[in-house]
Nanobody, 120 residues
């Protein structure tokens, strides 16, 4: 069982910055992928960024150059630094973890989400 708790969302003006955090607790495998997803009203949930246990990262085109995903293994915490925010970034942001265990057992957990609103 894994619990993911997001924090750091809120209201920010265009061009501003926010730093989202996702604190993970419970049983964490050494093999995992963690990611940030977002869902805007009327749209499908989409991947924003992800990071593997080895440190490899992937970004959506809309996030490249503006967002940075990172992790603190000692704290079991995932971060998303968001700079130069635009109105189009307004969405609920979700943290997710996918894990692989011995013999290929897998699991997946989602956080509850945190609202990010970019508006003047």
């Amino acid at each position: 069982q894994v619990q993911l708790v997001e924090s750091g969302g809120g209201l920010v003006q265009p061009g501003g910055s926010l730093r989202l955090s996702c604190a993970a607790s419970g049983s964490i495998s050494s093999i995992f992928v963690m990611g940030w997803y977002r869902q805007a009203p009327g749209k499908e949930r989409e991947l924003v960024a992800r990071i593997t246990n080895s440190g490899g990262t992937t970004y959506a085109d809309s996030a490249k150059g503006r967002f940075t995903i990172s992790r603190d293994n000692a704290k079991n915490t995932l971060y998303l630094q968001m700079n130069s925010l635009k109105a189009e970034d307004t969405a609920v942001y979700y943290c997710k973890i996918n894990q692989v265990w011995l013999f290929g057992k897998r699991d997946e957990y989602w956080g509850q989400g945190t609202q990010v609103t970019v508006s003047a």
